[in-house]
């Protein structure tokens, strides 16, 4: 409590003045106590927000290191699964490939053996 309010208090106590009269001197003294606490916190907001601009930036620094440093390793994984996708695309198409070049009966065969082998897994399966 500010020392003006202190003395308005005890002119009340002292009946010097009514509490009527107390309250509007409290009220005009409490502007003045207003404005500085507005000016304090007008303050620490700034601060504030220096604050975080500056953990903005040391954040965005950090993150602009830890991309460069993934960069290559991204690049050596793409180049991989490209690599990867193309030998799979290659072995497919080599089958399809041999499929097309095999005569009808060969194929209606083969598709039977296929269909056994699958068979067998499927019975396989139930034992377990």
């Known amino acids: 409590m500010s020392e003006e309010?202190?003395?308005?208090l005890k002119m009340v106590d002292e009946g010097k003045i009514t509490p009527e009269q107390a309250v509007e001197m409290l009220k005009a003294v409490g502007s003045d106590d207003v404005h500085s606490n507005r000016s304090q916190n007008e303050h620490k907001g700034e601060e504030f927000v220096q604050d975080l601009d500056?953990?903005?930036?040391?954040?965005?620094?950090?993150?602009g290191s830890a991309v460069k440093d993934l960069e290559p390793k991204l690049?050596?994984?793409?180049q991989i699964m490209v690599q990867n996708t193309m030998k799979t695309v290659e072995e497919v198409?080599?089958?399809?490939r041999e499929q097309q070049n095999r005569p009808a009966e060969e194929?209606?065969?083969?598709?039977?053996?296929?269909?056994e082998?699958?068979?067998?897994?499927?019975d396989h399966?139930?034992?377990?």
């Open 5 to 8: 309010a202190k003395m308005i």
């Open 54 to 63: 500056k953990w903005g930036k040391e954040l965005a620094q950090k993150m």
């Open 75 to 78: 690049r050596k994984m793409m």
């Open 93 to 96: 198409g080599k089958v399809f």
């Open 107 to 115: 194929n209606e065969n083969h598709e039977e053996e296929h269909f």
């Open 117 to 122: 082998a699958s068979s067998d897994t499927e």
């Open 125 to 128: 399966t139930e034992d377990l």
